[in-house]
């Protein structure tokens, strides 16, 4: 038997593309594709590509041609490009980077075998459709070997908000829930292979209703009946909108121990205006609302957000509205980014706001964030707080895991992957917390 070929798959953006980058590398699996962490050794390399940002983009452009030279030393090597950059522009990247071999996009990708062996046959394809079969039908079973104690799982995919500055509706599609039994024996199999933590993903994960036993299941119902899986020790799902937070899905975080008190909740602007210029559909006033009813059903729920700054139209009294809203929240952690303008979107039409006040509203949110950051891990020191260990830490004899707050945790112990152990917080480092084992 020939030398099995080998697969290189770079990642980019978010949780989705890295549910996608395994499912990808399982099809390819199955057509005696393993993967490779080595670029160089690969007889296909495939950019599973995000399109969310200017930044991002443009990234998968420099990536390409600095596959160049990989490609002219290995005339046989296969190129291929992956997710939201592949659904935008399909075809222009073939004209762009003629090295590349094959386009496909996030809802074809259980025809990449096929795409893969076209391109060994010196034909390029580009798959862009959103076809009528659900590719999770089409890819095959999840192998036997994990190698971590967490897991990702789409339940939830595209999105029908059409938040002005957004691509997601267009590269993902309009929302689709994946119907509940199929979620529900992945979950199986993955606890079978010695996960102890799932996080179930969606662009909206908490409109979730796909179809169940009896009738629609909610992303609530589908969280009590998979906190019943024995096994399964920590749930968590990524991520929401504020418009579909239901009460049973709040009621849940006070009810349901297994649901992890972490929970993302993007707001991107405290300012009503801004907030009905993004086609958000709520006010600052009802998003605080809201995390207040959260905050009755779990007391301690750390908050986390996503924020841009320089939407067009944006003012200083607007940008102070956020400011107020992140005090007024104290988050945990949170993501913040430059307005960048999408072509396709609305807000791409509008003014931008002069980037050299959205870079310093930028780092003026950075700091107040950095120091809520920084006071959440202080607060942890002297409490103690279950960690699932995931890996080996740096120095010997310690285990890195994650708190129920997702914080980082260092532990001198000898637990192992995959075990859940309590341990007192000694100390906050800047990105992590340390911790010992109680009575030792
Ligand atoms: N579905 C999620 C987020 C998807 S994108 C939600 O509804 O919140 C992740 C984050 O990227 C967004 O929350 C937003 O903060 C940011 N983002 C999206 N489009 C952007 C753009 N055009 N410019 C800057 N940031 C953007
Ligand atoms: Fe984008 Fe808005 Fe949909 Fe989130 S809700 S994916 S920000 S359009
Ligand atoms: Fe990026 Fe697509 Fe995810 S645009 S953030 S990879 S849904």
């Not at 080998?6 to 549910?19: A, E, R």
């Not at 443009?58 to 950059?85: F, N, W």
């Not at 200083?316 to 509205?321: Q, W």
Request: glycine share 8%.
């Amino acid at each position: 038997m020939s030398a099995p070929k080998k697969l290189f798959i770079k990642t980019y953006g978010c949780q989705m593309n890295v549910y996608d980058s395994e499912r990808m590398a399982e099809a390819m699996g199955a057509e005696g594709y393993v993967t490779t962490e080595v670029a160089e050794d690969a007889d296909m390399v495939l950019l599973n590509t995000c399109h969310i940002r200017e930044k991002a983009a443009e990234k998968v452009y420099s990536d390409l041609g600095r596959l160049r030279p990989l490609k002219l030393a290995k005339p046989d090597l296969k190129i291929g490009v992956a997710g939201c950059v592949a659904q935008a522009e399909g075809e222009e990247i073939l004209k762009r980077m003629p090295l590349v071999d094959l386009v496909v996009g996030p809802q074809s990708y259980h025809r990449l075998p096929a795409m893969a062996k076209a391109a060994e046959a010196g034909e390029k394809t580009v798959d862009t459709d959103f076809p009528e079969e659900d590719k999770f039908d089409h890819l095959p079973e999840r192998p036997k070997a994990s190698v971590r104690p967490t897991a990702f799982l789409t339940v939830q995919e595209g999105c029908d908000k059409f938040c002005a500055f957004c691509v997601v509706p267009y590269t993902r599609g309009s929302e689709v829930s994946r119907p509940a039994d199929r979620i529900m024996s992945e979950a199986r199999g993955l606890v079978g292979k010695g996960v102890r933590e799932i996080t179930l993903l969606g662009q909206n994960v908490n409109a979730y209703h796909g179809a169940g036993p009896n009738g629609d299941w909610t992303l609530a119902r589908l969280v009590r009946e998979l906190a019943k899986v024995d096994g399964l020790e920590r749930i968590r799902y990524t991520t929401s909108h504020p418009n579909d937070m239901g009460d049973d899905l709040i009621a849940a975080h006070g009810e349901e121990p297994k649901l992890m008190p972490y929970l993302h909740l993007p707001v991107q602007s405290g300012s009503d205006r801004i907030l009905k210029a993004m086609n958000r559909k709520h006010t600052a006033e009802e998003y605080l609302g809201l995390i207040e009813r959260i905050r009755a059903a779990r007391p301690d729920m750390m908050m986390s957000g996503d924020f841009i700054v320089g939407f067009p139209g944006e003012t200083d009294a607007d940008f102070d509205a956020t400011m107020d809203l992140i005090r007024a929240v104290n988050y945990g952690m949170a993501y913040s980014f430059k307005y960048s303008a999408r072509p396709g979107t609305p807000a791409a039409e509008k003014t931008p706001v002069a980037a050299d006040i959205a870079d310093a509203r930028l780092q003026t949110l950075q700091a107040l964030i950095s120091e809520q950051q920084r006071a959440a891990q202080e607060a942890m020191v002297g409490r103690e707080v279950s960690v699932l260990f995931e890996k080996p830490g740096r120095l010997p004899g310690q285990m890195v895991g994650k708190s129920d707050y997702l914080h980082a945790v260092h532990v001198q112990t000898d637990a192992q992957p995959g075990q859940i152990a309590k341990v007192r917080i000694t100390k906050s480092a800047p990105n992590s917390l340390a911790g010992e084992i109680p009575g030792r």
